[in-house]
């Protein structure tokens, strides 16, 4: 009976599959399924001898293995998998420079070149639990539309603005009271509970492959993301053990060989097992429990770690489900990189440790505090152009406080987001009678916020340190408040002429007291 190799290309639709050996080709089969297409090669003669070896290609086009979304080329070679079959496999990809810059490559590559196509090789080690991917582009536009459902207490967690994601809204129904950003950066909606039990956010998120630089330096309290909580447990012994002499790759690497994902139906239960319950459950792993063993390890290491939630577009098809009682989302891990200077994502459930732009972040989590996850009841995601509406728009207002005759008075400058799209680094300035008395800096604004300072205004004897025009300026915007200076004077001299006259008539009186 004749040898034969059988070659199951996971998730492809491969054309013009030839075979050769010694430049003679060979006879094949090929059956196309739901999950990819076989491949049976079969050979004439049959390998007799001991430590013989034999030689042949299989050659294949694939249009599906380059495909351009939006402003983005995804590359995905599919996985081979029969790949323990032989005893040295490379894979050799190269890629037009055409495609733009390269986002991210996974799995890292055992050797790259650039002078020419971006030129990859990947050892056989690296292929073993799934293809290569790629993506080439320097942003990526998704249009969401999520619906969510509303906490009891009104506070909602919304997509906000992220080093690598920019939102532009388009809707929020109903609209929050405000939008507020919280130590890590996500934007925390107020709405009023009465207002219904779901809220309906749509909009468009700008994806960037590299950390953008319109966003305010922010100090990072570092040590709070190496904190034990109840679902990372730095402290277990087992924990201990398995970060005590791994790095950060190791780790990751470990984590996705440790657990396995729970392809059951979700369903009701225990709503998150961490680190600890990973570990004894480790076959019923979704993203949340491989995100959660992660950030406890790396933490456990020293390395400041944190989980991330978010749509996310999952490769070849994988499930990415966030828990057993929690779908709809998915979770993956970010660690703190010293050299870059930023959060770094790593994925140990779809193995991905580099940027991508299949994914929108929804909130940040420092703390595995489970009740503040949103929950997303309906969601839909497609990938489009930057919308026309993404300016930065501003809304000046401002009101006076109540004026004593003999003190410092006061106004409150309000200043509004009333566009799609945060504010960062503005500056309103404030005048008195047309001169500059200070400015205030506008670090970060998001939609549907507001910035109220309370400024001083001075009053003097008779008014004559009082401006008579107050006005409160942002590029070519003004609004003018009279500080009523006239009404001040006069209660001034009011004031002064009773005082006078009343000490006046307590004199006389004390004067005839004295004369009797």
Do not use: C
Request: proline share 7%; no cysteine.
């Amino acid at each position: 009976m004749a040898d034969t190799f059988t070659l199951f290309l996971k998730n492809s639709s491969p054309d013009n599959i030839t075979a050769e050996e010694a430049g003679s080709r060979l006879p094949l089969e090929v059956t196309v399924g739901a999950n990819g297409t076989i491949v049976e090669v079969t050979f004439p003669e049959p390998l007799a001898g001991v430590n013989k070896t034999r030689r042949f290609q299989v050659r294949f086009s694939d249009r599906g293995i380059a495909t351009k979304t939006g402003d983005v080329w995804d590359v995905l070679v599919p996985e081979i998998s029969s790949i323990d079959m032989f005893d040295d496999f490379t894979l050799v990809l190269e890629v037009p420079k055409a495609y733009g810059k390269e986002v991210a490559v996974s799995p890292e590559p055992a050797t790259r070149d650039d002078s020419g196509n971006y030129t990859y090789s990947f050892a056989k080690q690296a292929l073993r639990h799934g293809g290569v991917s790629a993506a080439y582009g320097e942003f990526q536009v998704q249009f969401f539309n999520f619906n969510y459902l509303l906490p009891q207490d009104g506070k909602l967690a919304l997509p906000p603005d992220t080093p690598f994601q920019k939102i532009m809204y388009v809707d929020i129904a109903p609209s929050p009271l405000r939008i507020e950003t919280d130590e890590v950066g996500n934007w925390i909606g107020h709405f009023d509970p009465s207002s219904g039990q779901s809220v309906k956010v749509s909009g468009a998120a700008q994806l960037f492959t590299a950390p953008r630089r319109d966003l305010p330096k922010k100090e990072e309290d570092l040590d709070m993301y190496l904190l034990p909580t109840g679902v990372w447990q730095t402290g277990d012994e087992l924990i201990q053990t398995y970060a005590a002499t791994r790095t950060l790759s190791e780790l990751y690497e470990e984590v996705a060989e440790l657990l396995s994902f729970d392809e059951s139906p979700v369903r009701p239960g225990p709503p998150r097992y961490g680190a600890v319950g990973a570990l004894a459950q480790p076959d019923r792993a979704r993203s949340l429990e491989y995100t959660d063993l992660f950030v406890a390890l790396a933490r456990a290491s020293g390395s400041p770690a944190r989980a991330t939630v978010g749509y996310a577009e999952p490769p070849e098809g994988t499930r990415g489900v966030l828990s057993l009682s929690k779908g709809n989302l998915h979770a993956w891990a970010e660690y703190y990189s010293a050299e870059t200077e930023t959060w770094e994502l790593i994925d140990p459930m779809w193995r991905v440790f580099t940027r991508d732009l299949r994914r929108i972040t929804l909130f940040t989590d420092a703390h595995g505090d489970y009740s503040r996850i949103p929950l997303v009841t309906k969601a839909s995601v497609f990938t489009g152009s930057l919308p026309e509406d993404r300016n930065e728009r501003i809304a000046l207002e401002m009101v006076g406080a109540r004026t004593l005759p003999f003190f410092d008075g006061a106004v409150d400058i309000v200043v509004k987001n009333v566009g799609s799209v945060a504010v960062y680094n503005e500056e309103v300035d404030v005048l008195f009678d047309d001169q500059k008395e200070l400015t205030l800096p506008i670090t970060s604004l998001p939609p549907f916020s507001e910035k109220r300072v309370r400024v001083s205004v001075p009053i003097g004897f008779l008014g004559r340190e009082m401006p008579s025009e107050i006005a409160a300026t942002h590029k070519e915007q003004r609004v003018t408040l009279y500080s009523g200076k006239q009404t001040v004077i006069i209660g001034q001299l009011v004031t002064y002429s009773s005082a006078t006259l009343s000490f006046m008539v307590l004199s006389f009186l004390g004067f005839r007291r004295v004369l009797k």
